[in-house]
């Protein structure tokens, strides 16, 4: 039996991302899209891609109708998430992809974001969706917080090696470049074709990104004490898709044991033979997750890369991954499409 | 009950497309890969993004056991599918991607590819695979002819005007734009990313493109007569997609209901509203093409731009929308997924 | 003797250029810079890439002192000219790059940029700035107006031929292919990279660019008659150039020959061997144009492509070429710099 | 009065670089250019974008006539380089852009190039090219090597740090970014747009990259030991340029400091403000380096990026501006030109 969906912020990259993935959906079926500037238009002259299927038109938040709605996805602006959210009638399902609800302290909030919490509530109810690690509290939630894209590709990246003792907790550097879908459709001089190709430029410098939140939660937790990264993102000149280069001081060859029992049987996260290093190309487009693990020349360092879609996997496709889950179909079900290649 | 699919070939972009495809499709399941230089790798060295798949390592074509195999995708070399596919067992289907047996007599394939054609009966044998104009013939065949990419782009945007007499056959002019994915994974100078990046270029200039015998050929049947249109593609800083623009003389309103007519029930050509334009980006990784009309300030004045995604439904889609026929499924199983965009 | 130079509208990408030339040229100083909206803000700030040079800071345009000032290069936006223009005082020549003085009549200006004319008196007095064409009356110009640069690219594939009457003149298609940085620095959706890179799209179809009203007064005034050319422009993925390909009915030897004849002498205009092609990035910021001609399968079809980067010989390289003519320096001071390739 | 000048292997991309340069360099004259497979040809059909300039046709090494060179720049392959260098006659000047000299000891190339030098006493000679810190002995040198690209943009980022002892000298990591140009006009399966567009990939991980040589060898004669540092390049979808990223352990407004100290009289090194980040399209086609300095939430952590064109400062302009210093001619002669942008 087929699952209503609502989408609250279709016209997004990542509204337009989970309506690509649910084209090819075994079980979900879109009954309402929700876009406040682009309220009364059809999907398809926002998004002419998808113009081939049947969606239902735009509409304001205030005129959905949540009788019928199984799961919402919440693919709205940072902020608005938080007010719009705690109205959602209790029989609905949510999975937000905002960064409202990742931290689990209002303080932390506060702290990353400038403001405080405007539902504190809702933040405490919040499962953190990174679904390989939450999986158990993600099938029995009725509200899941999505992770940041890069929170996600550099806790795919360290989790396990943080969980097995295998690095240094001290000295970890992660070098991380992003394609510009991340930063939304937004009209920003930076994100221009004519400002950004044939280039790349560090940016948010000195531990100022607001994901580093995210490290410090998770990566704490999972050490049972205080862990501060260094983490520098780098804008490139592609569209879409993360990777992130770990120069970490460990054992190569017990890091990459670790990953392999940690991800053998995990259907996203494909951990490459030892030594061999991944393209951001190569997981295009899918929910996959490549990480590649070298040595160094330098004894006792160890380089960990690890690629993931922005979109797919670091957002729309762990979405999904999730609201299956949720909902009681297979995790895989409708996010097995191999990459696009080239 | 799944059907047992080879692909010959599987090394090149038209045959990890072909993979790509079938890793969504409900009733396909592929035994056997081939590629000569690369015989006895697994799939995964060759295109990492296929990681994640359980295939079936490269072989040798000479190895192939036949016995099982319900359909052939033919993704190999011009040249090399004429020495190869006669030697096909008669219980396996064929769909050839490559240029050998598109044209239909031995003198017009001469006449483009400079020698003699190798399998002339074979060549009798084969329907032409441009599915929405085939249809009927590709059910009952055993032996399908993919059309070229180009050809296929250039068929769409004019196939239904010339049918119907909506415009002067002697006077159309065709401006093609095409990534670079259309050549293969070819170590040629133009094709690095350093010589096209930033740029685009004309080339087979002056109407000494291939897919010309296929214009000339397809046409001329539908018109009676002998029609020469003039071609001139031009290389894109692009890896997917062709964009067609055609300027022509007709009635633009009248030009646009035509294609409305012929178009209003396939599932895979979009026409757009009147004096609205595509954009490559519409169809990426797709199995659409996307057609917009517009009218000019010279009156009788039309142009007609279509796009589609080369590797999809200009080669590999295409070809699994063919086999979908020849094997009884639904037309579109596994070619629905929406496009990727951004 | 060095000329004082002052920059109008500074921080834009015509501006920058402007600054990029003069930085090797041999006898322009600049010595103001305005920018309304980063006035006070030293022009590193605004343009990093320049930081290496001595600059005066942005300014207002009303502090601007013309005192001492030799020549005005004035790059503001379309319809801020014609408010500007008029107050400067008569000892300053002015170069303008905007679209207000291009069109010699208030009607047509009226016609194509939708409201009445500003500053008739001056529109009369400026001189059409398409140097090879204008060469005489520019040198002893106080005020050129330089040509749109899809319109300069146009002139140089046509006005040879239009002249010496070597093409069918009612026929004339023109495909053009643009990088974005014509479209300046500004903030609108489709120039996001998001949503251009790997795409391709025509824009300002039916014949409605602005550009045509250059087209048809020039083209017009050369044939003796009304001549209404066919356009269509398409947005690539990709900064700088403009590639247009131009589909016409005549002799293409003779066409080739008559370029010969036309720009034999000309430095800056390369006409390459008949049958050659020219690439966009062959001339990639460089105050080159390239023109390639070939003949087609077709009796009596020749198609002429020509190239140039919009921001040097189609703006900004080409008002230096009017400035040094207005200042009595040699024509090619400052500009002979080969084209950046790769 | 004007210097003869030889190009050996002109038609590289690091030959055309210099080509390109020299177009507007007041005292230099190509009088000779060589490419071996290429003998015969006008360089105008290997790279068209020369078209406009006055050259002498591609010859062969051995028909090079000596007579009246006053200095060769040696573009060629590495281990080509050792083989031709020796015997170039004593009067003639040689700045070496290959690999093969910039090593001082035998050992040392052994184990980076994999076979022993075939000109060690040449080797003795080679003054090594970064010209910022051996400006005295290029001054007098007849023979100089060429730094590699992305050793000279580590050099510029940590020579000076290194020096005053501002950095934990056990502790460097160094991300790189390169564009693809920096590997040649060369037929590699890795540099094909279809490839690499809309990717990034890391390469010679763990410390095996042939330019760790020169940080050896040029870091440890600084800090008086034996200095390893960390050193992961990464392939960037764009033509042109290097941007490397250093985590390092130190204060960072010192670093800040000693940067501005060391480059404050520098014309090619751009220090920029406190905090500030460079991005590689900065310095695009230009002689100039830009550096960034930032601090870092953790306590004693510092990073530094630093950009360079590959092609221009990290290469053939590099090379130029040691030719200056051996001729006797301004440092910056025809180097001076601003960056392009966008």
């Not at 940072?78 to 399902?93: E, F």
């Not at 030594?275 to 070298?294: L, Q, T, Y």
């Amino acid at each position: 039996m087929p699952h209503n969906i609502a989408i609250l912020g279709a016209s997004g990259y990542t509204g337009a991302e989970l309506v690509r993935l649910i084209s090819i959906h075994p079980s979900f079926r879109i009954v309402a899209l929700t876009g406040d500037r682009k309220a009364g238009q059809p999907m398809a002259s926002v998004y002419p891609h998808l113009r081939h299927m049947d969606l239902p038109d735009l509409i304001k938040i205030e005129d959905l109708d949540y009788a019928g709605v199984d799961l919402v996805f919440c693919a709205l602006p940072h902020a608005t998430s938080q007010a719009v959210i705690p109205s959602i009638p209790q029989h609905v399902k949510i999975v937000d992809l905002s960064a409202d609800f990742r931290l689990r302290n209002g303080a932390d909030y506060e702290k990353w974001y400038g403001k405080p919490h405007a539902a504190l509530e809702m933040q405490k109810e919040a499962v953190y969706g990174l679904t390989e690690f939450y999986r158990d509290e993600i099938k029995g939630a009725r509200f899941v917080a999505g992770t940041g894209c890069n929170a996600a590709t550099g806790q795919f990246a360290l989790r396990p090696l943080i969980a097995a003792g295998m690095i240094d907790l001290d000295d970890i550097v992660m070098d991380l470049k992003a394609a510009v879908s991340g930063a939304g459709r937004s009209l920003k001089e930076h994100l221009l074709l004519a400002e950004l190709d044939e280039s790349v430029k560090p940016y948010s410098v000195g531990g100022t990104h607001r994901h580093l939140g995210e490290f410090d939660q998770e990566f704490s937790k999972i050490a049972g004490r205080d862990i501060r990264v260094q983490f520098t993102p780098h804008l490139l000149p592609a569209t879409r898709g993360i990777l992130l280069s770990c120069y970490l001081k460990g054992d190569a060859q017990a890091v990459h044991d670790t990953f392999a029992r940690a991800y053998g049987d995990e259907p996203f996260i494909q951990v490459l033979p030892f030594g061999e290093m991944p393209a951001m190309k190569d997981v295009r487009a899918s929910n996959f997750c490549h990480i590649g693990v070298a040595g160094d020349r330098i004894p006792g360092r160890v380089t960990v890369v690890a690629t993931l879609d922005n979109l797919t996997k670091g957002s729309s496709g762990q979405a999904i991954q999730n609201a299956n889950l949720m909902l009681g179909e297979a995790e895989t079900a409708g996010l097995m499409a191999a990459p696009v290649y080239p």
